[in-house]
């Protein structure tokens, strides 16, 4: 319990016994870079060393000296935070500079519209609409034409010209000897409720995208996913690094409309693509999948089969963008260049919160604009931080690049001296820069009771963490979709004596493992 307020617990009542029962039941009252403080019982400050790094909102660490200086500068100055539907030119600001990054990371890719936004998931959504509003125009588009030749099929077919009797008329479901008119009516019919079908969206196996209404749907993690299905366009989940697997996917979900063609004296009944598929959504790492690269061959792959159907492509940086990984797109790396980029956690530098959607302006619909808006985008606040931000991160030739690769090398390189030293309990370890992932192999048949139930729940990652944050006072949670790997997104400021610190709770922590040392690791 809380000595700071009584009564019963109404914020989300039920996560704090779950925090109470994994011994991660802290309240941290103060932080600054890679620490964070709370006070024991006796009224002690402890401080923990933090690797979770607001799940990835803290590149530059929490409460960054010249981001909290801009903040108050800007209160100070009393900055008009909210003034919806005005002109905001820190906000084309912002947008320049990023698609100044996305140049020199990605080369002349041509300018990239930006759309704000308050989250990830929001930032996913943007996204996802503007996506759908280009599919639907689309399909209208290609409604409009066919109307048009239904009505050239017409003026041949009173002029003596006929429909041949071919398989298309028994996918159209007429009879071949059906007359000419029943046909086009059928076509039309056929087209109304096939041009009606719900879109579906293709991501990779273990995707993250948000958990609101329409992100959590690509969202793969069934827990978080099933009990909402039916309020959102469906997503296939398509395992991306077996090489035909997405080619299949496209195929399995292709849709046709009909399509009447007047060839001499004859009336063709034709099919031709419908976009069915709104679009292909991928995070360069996945990191609550349990922090997985995809590779260059993959991606390459990927961008392959989707220019073949036309098919856009979401590119979500919101975890791994903003230089962790050591360059400010991780997409940039391996050459996955999207229609889309979605931006967020880092973003507002620890502080604000930041996010946006780039949409490649050849793909771009003006009037999106309209139809999309919130009362907290776009603010001064939140963008002039984002600003200050993405500054930090390109100061001095991208210094921040460059220690988010070094500082990640190093962490790395430790964490595979201990999956080394380790081999029966580290399952895996990888990642890039500081988006890092450690991966422990099957626990449910530890000899140290309390291990093997957590893991039985699925909540060995979590008794993990209640270990390293009781015994080591290091944070580190694990990913959301795969409990059974830890994730190490610090800042880039994290130092050599800290790396040491977690390198030493970590040879504790999996020598108990090893040994099925309950005594050494349940709770007291
Ligand atoms: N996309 C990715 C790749 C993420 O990692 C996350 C958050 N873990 C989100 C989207 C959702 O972001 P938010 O929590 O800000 O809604």
């Given at each position: 319990t809380n000595p700071e307020h009584s009564g019963s617990d109404l914020a989300e009542p039920y996560l704090g016994g779950l925090l109470a029962s994994l011994g991660l039941n802290v309240h941290y009252h103060r932080a600054r870079k890679d620490t964070l403080y709370y006070r024991d019982e006796t009224g002690r400050e402890v401080a923990v060393l933090d690797l979770v790094g607001g799940y990835g909102s803290t590149?530059?660490?929490?409460?960054?000296?010249?981001?909290?200086?801009?903040?108050?500068?800007?209160?100070?100055?009393?900055?008009?935070?909210h003034a919806q539907f005005s002109r905001h030119p820190y906000a084309n600001d912002l947008a320049q500079r990023v698609?100044?990054?996305?140049?020199?990371?990605?080369?002349?890719?041509?300018?990239?519209?930006?759309?704000?936004?308050?989250s990830g998931a929001e930032?996913?959504?943007?996204?996802?609409?503007?996506?759908?509003?280009?599919?639907?125009?689309?399909?209208?588009?290609?409604?409009a034409e066919i109307d048009g030749n239904i009505?050239?099929?017409?003026?041949?077919?009173?002029?003596?010209?006929?429909?041949?009797a071919d398989e298309t008329l028994d996918r159209l479901t007429v009879a071949r000897a059906a007359p000419p008119d029943a046909v086009l009516d059928a076509v039309t019919r056929a087209n109304a409720e096939r041009a009606a079908a719900a879109p579906v969206f293709l991501a990779p196996e273990g995707s993250f995208h948000g958990k609101l209404v329409g992100s959590v749907q690509l969202t793969h993690n069934a827990g978080f996913r099933t009990p909402f299905q039916s309020l959102a366009a469906r997503c296939r989940f398509v395992p991306v690094r077996e090489p035909d697997a997405l080619a299949e996917a496209i195929d399995a979900e292709r849709g046709t409309l009909f399509d009447v063609a007047v060839d001499g004296d004859a009336v063709r009944v034709?099919?031709?693509?419908?976009?069915?598929?709104?679009?292909?959504?991928?995070e360069p790492v996945q990191g609550e999948a349990g922090i997985r690269p995809f590779d260059r061959e993959t991606v390459e792959r990927v961008q392959r089969v989707c220019a073949a159907v036309d098919l856009p492509i979401i590119v979500d940086e919101v975890q791994s963008g903003m230089g962790r990984t050591g360059t400010f797109f991780a997409s940039s790396q391996v050459g996955l260049l999207g229609d889309y980029y979605t931006l967020a956690k880092s973003l507002g530098g620890g502080i604000a919160k930041a996010a946006m959607t780039l949409v490649r302006k050849s793909r771009y619909r003006d009037e999106f604009e309209l139809v999309h808006s919130s009362t907290f985008a776009k603010d001064a606040f939140s963008t002039l931080i984002a600003a200050r931000t993405v500054d930090l991160l390109e100061a001095d030739g991208g210094a921040v690049y460059a220690l988010a690769a070094e500082r990640g090398a190093r962490l790395l390189a430790m964490l595979n001296g201990l999956r080394d030293e380790f081999p029966t309990?580290?399952?895996d370890v990888r990642g890039v820069g500081l988006m890092i992932g450690m991966e422990f192999r099957d626990q449910s048949g530890s000899a140290a009771g309390f291990i093997a139930e957590q893991a039985r729940d699925g909540l060995l990652g979590y008794a993990l963490s209640g270990y390293l944050l009781r015994a080591h006072a290091l944070r580190v949670l694990p990913t959301a979709s795969a409990t059974d790997t830890l994730r190490l997104e610090p800042s880039v400021f994290i130092t050599d004596g800290e790396i040491d610190r977690v390198e030493a709770g970590l040879r504790a922590l999996l020598t108990a493992l090893r040994d099925g040392d309950e005594a050494a690791i349940a709770p007291g």
């Open positions: 590149v530059l660490g929490h409460n960054h000296p010249a981001l909290v200086a801009h903040a108050r500068q800007l209160l100070d100055q009393g900055v008009p935070v698609n100044a990054i996305l140049r020199r990371e990605f080369g002349d890719v041509g300018e990239y519209s930006a759309i704000f936004a308050n930032a996913v959504e943007i996204a996802v609409k503007h996506a759908e509003l280009d599919r639907v125009a689309k399909v209208a588009d290609l409604m009505e050239k099929a017409r003026a041949a077919l009173a002029g003596g010209a006929r429909v041949p034709v099919e031709r693509d419908l976009p069915v598929i709104c679009a292909f959504i991928l309990v580290v399952a």
